[in-house]
């Protein structure tokens, strides 16, 4: 997990500004860390997990580290603007 100093590089955005974002998110999920955020979040099917460890494909180098929808048979390919799926 990047640490707030991580974030605000990637995302050019202050630190202040992470953390203030983060304090939001803890929040509205009703947790104190990260990890709970990220645990409630799945519960709450506010964002996706990894399931690498699920692909049935013969070839599972493919998928690494794509997001997989819970949906059966299907991988989502993580691109939110056009929010395409393509069959797993």
């Known amino acids: 997990m990047l640490s707030t100093a991580e974030v605000a590089s990637e995302m050019y955005i202050s630190v202040n500004t992470v953390k203030a974002h983060l304090k939001s998110i803890f929040r509205k999920l009703a947790v104190a860390h990260r990890g709970e955020a990220v645990r409630r979040a799945r519960e709450l099917g506010l964002i996706l997990g990894l399931e690498l460890d699920r692909v049935t494909d013969r ?3 493919r998928f690494h580290g794509r997001a997989v929808d819970p ?3 299907v991988a989502f ?3 939110r603007a056009q929010d395409r799926r393509v069959p797993a």
């Open 71 to 73: 949906e059966p048979g």
């Open 59 to 61: 070839d599972p180098a």
């Open 77 to 79: 390919t993580g691109n």
